[in-house]
């Protein structure tokens, strides 16, 4: 019985070891994990913060003419990815006009990195949900 405990802690502390020598750190040596994390201690952030999100949404959103012509207005909500290394990955539109999804999907993919959430002092994925509202002039 004893020889069954010891082996049992003894395979107990490989493995613990093993997922502690397999952590990764990125160029300054900060952790960083393979986790998709939904909430975070940082969140992400566009890099610049709000006032330079507003302007690459100005120079990057086009409305579409036949939502001009429909006079369709509303709020589109967009969730990706934020990966690691700032990257925007599996974009998609989860509420919203539909015949403004794609204007919403196009100006995300030609965004800069971003700066990546950290969770315990570490780099991580992270979902981020944002609401983008589409007004026409009056």
Known sequence: MTRLFICCL???TTNVSKAQSSQKRDS???EISDKTFTLVEV???FPGGNQAWVE???HNLIYPKKAVRKKIE???VARFIVDIDGSLTDIEVVSGPPELSDVVINALKKSPAWN???QNGKKVKSYKSLPINFKLPD
Do not use: K, M, R
């Open 28 to 30: 300054t040596g900060v």
């Open 116 to 118: 990546p959430a950290y």
């Open 56 to 58: 690459f949404l100005g």
């Open 10 to 12: 003894f395979l107990l």
């Open 43 to 45: 969140e992400s952030t």
């Open 74 to 76: 509303g709020q589109v």
